[in-house]
T-cell receptor, first 113, second 114 residues
Framework: DTAVSQTPKYLVTQMGNDKSIKCEQN?????MYWYKQDSKKFLKIMFS???????INETVPNRFSPKSPDKAHLNLHINSLELGDSAVYFC????????????FGPGTRLTVL | GESVGLHLPTLSVQEGDNSIINCAYS??????FIWYKQESGKGPQFIID?????DKRQGQRVTVLLNKTVKHLSLQIAATQPGDSAVYFC?????????????FGSGTQLTVLP
């Protein structure tokens, strides 16, 4: 049973398009996250979200937006894709308290042509 | 800004030897530290964590050491196996104004030689 799952695993699209990446967790966690990993393997937080609070990393362009239909899902919408958006995007979840372990999904490799 | 960094980007060890991966952090207010392992094509996987009120914690074949005086964290892997080959990240919380957001270091590629 997959704890944190993402779809699709690979996403190839043209510059200027709008796309979404879906994330689901079956761990009963209260908080979910999106991370971006660049070509040098550097992981950077984009968003953290629970039903009370959305925290956005100030460096994330407003073309990126998280959408949470329910506690188990946090989807990532990206508008007007740019070449620099090409990366691997990871979803993660945790119980939400300070210092709780975050569990990561398998990642979505986004390639913008 | 605050940062979490690693001393060595790559590390090669012989199978059976012990591995030590180091990490430096700059925020003295950081109070929770985690080591993650990321295998090729997969997401980061939790290995072990430590809170700032401890200086050592042991798991199965892994030990994390925390030296708050010099803001240094290390991961020791005993009897390194081929399956340990991966990128290892240290991460910390408490540096970005949000208690829940992890700040990751740049990663160390560990290669286990036969």
């Amino acid at each position: 049973d997959t704890a944190v799952s993402q779809t699709p695993k690979y996403l190839v699209t043209q510059m200027g398009n709008d796309k979404s990446i879906k994330c689901e967790q079956n761990l009963g966690h209260d908080t979910m996250y999106w991370y971006k990993q660049d070509s040098k393997k550097f992981l950077k937080i984009m968003f953290s979200y629970n039903n009370k609070e959305l925290i956005i990393n100030e460096t994330v362009p407003n073309r990126f937006s998280p959408k949470s239909p329910d506690k188990a899902h946090l989807n990532l919408h990206i508008n007007s894709l740019e070449l620099g958006d090409s990366a691997v995007y990871f979803c993660a979840s945790s119980h939400g308290g300070r210092g709780d372990t975050q569990y990561f999904g398998p990642g979505t490799r986004l390639t913008v042509l | 800004g605050e940062s979490v960094g690693l001393h060595l980007p790559t590390l090669s060890v012989q199978e059976g030897d012990n591995s030590i991966i180091n990490c430096a952090y700059s925020n003295s207010a950081s109070d929770y530290f985690i080591w993650y392992k990321q295998e090729s094509g997969k997401g980061p996987q939790f290995i072990i964590d430590i809170r700032s009120n401890m200086d050592k914690r042991q798991g199965q074949r892994v030990t994390v050491l925390l030296n708050k005086t010099v803001k240094h964290l290390s991961l020791q892997i005993a009897a390194t196996q081929p399956g340990d080959s991966a990128v290892y990240f240290c991460a910390e919380t408490g540096s970005s104004g949000s208690a829940r957001q992890l700040t990751f270091g740049s990663g160390t590629q560990l290669t286990v030689l036969p």
